[in-house]
């Protein structure tokens, strides 16, 4: 699953610790089965450090992708 973390914020006040959990319940209410891998794409340098160590625990992985450059970088993989 990809998530965009600069368009689809996380909720004030969430437990960051609990996003992987919600996110999985989430996807599994709509049926979907199997192995679950959620990345965040974004300007990590927008998430506080603390919120990064907390979604990376949590087996989320991040991928920084600069200047709102996401889609940009989807389109040519050899961005860098």
Not at 2 to 23: K, M, T
Not at 39 to 62: C, K, M, P, W, Y
Request: charge should be positive; hydrophobic fraction near 40%.
């Amino acid at each position: 699953m990809w998530w965009d973390f600069e368009n689809c914020h996380l909720p004030s006040g969430v437990n960051v610790y609990r996003v992987s959990q919600a996110i999985t319940a989430a996807v599994r209410g709509n049926g979907i089965k199997g192995p679950i891998q959620i990345t965040a794409f974004g300007d990590v340098l927008q998430l506080s450090r603390a919120n990064q160590e907390a979604l990376s625990s949590t087996g989320i992985n991040l991928a920084h992708i600069p200047n709102g450059r996401f889609f940009f970088s989807i389109l040519n993989p050899f961005y860098n």
